[in-house]
């Protein structure tokens, strides 16, 4: 059983250095673990199913390509759903890139647009119509975010999701891209010698 998520994903021991840095800020460590605890172990999953939680979770967690973090996700989806296993690496393999993409509407930092990947899912008779929305919407989140638009809020609804399932959607994309930059920025720390510089 996991305690705490992102311990378990940076590999921090009890009573180490990270550990006890992490001590230093209990209410910031409790809350992280109760952001997680709410969205994969909810009340009700009756707007956002565990299984679409787990597999947004996989495709996300893949697309920001920390190895670590995107097996715990896949091995979620795996022992949850495993017919959707292999189509969400499939996914995962075909949104790869790097971003953030966009295209400003005003003529003044026009210089700043940069049109990018538009990730289109390539398994949608596999994931299903609301699957297949989220996973479009996740990536727009994660690599088009100034193109989150109500026009992109309407195709999540024409797919089925609730106002409460795409808030939902939106926290699980938020939370898996601060959880893997906080779990890369503890492994740093982890690896860094007590009283470097660099």
Request: hydrophobic share 45%; net charge negative; aromatic share 6%.
């Amino acid at each position: 059983m996991i305690i705490d998520v992102i311990d378990h994903l940076a590999d921090i021991a009890q009573d180490s250095p990270l550990d006890r840095l992490r001590d230093r800020r209990p209410d910031t460590r409790e809350q992280a673990q109760r952001s997680y605890d709410a969205l994969f172990a909810p009340d009700s999953d009756d707007e956002v199913t565990l299984v679409e939680r787990d597999a947004v979770a996989a495709f996300v967690a893949g697309l920001h390509a920390d190895a670590t973090v995107a097996a715990f996700y896949a091995d979620r989806l795996t022992q949850l759903a495993p017919h959707l296993a292999e189509p969400v690496r499939a996914e995962i393999a075909a949104g790869r890139t790097t971003g953030p993409y966009g295209v400003h509407p005003d003529a003044a930092p026009a210089g700043e647009s940069d049109e990018g990947m538009r990730y289109q899912a390539r398994h949608a008779d596999l994931l299903g119509v609301r699957l297949t929305a989220a996973f479009e919407h996740a990536h727009l989140l994660v690599f088009r975010p100034r193109e989150a638009s109500r026009k992109a809020l309407t195709a999540l609804a024409d797919a089925g999701w609730s106002t409460t399932g795409i808030v939902t959607l939106a926290q699980l994309v938020a939370f898996l891209s601060f959880q893997v930059r906080l779990v890369a920025g503890l492994r740093v720390l982890g690896a860094t010698p007590k009283g470097s510089t660099s």
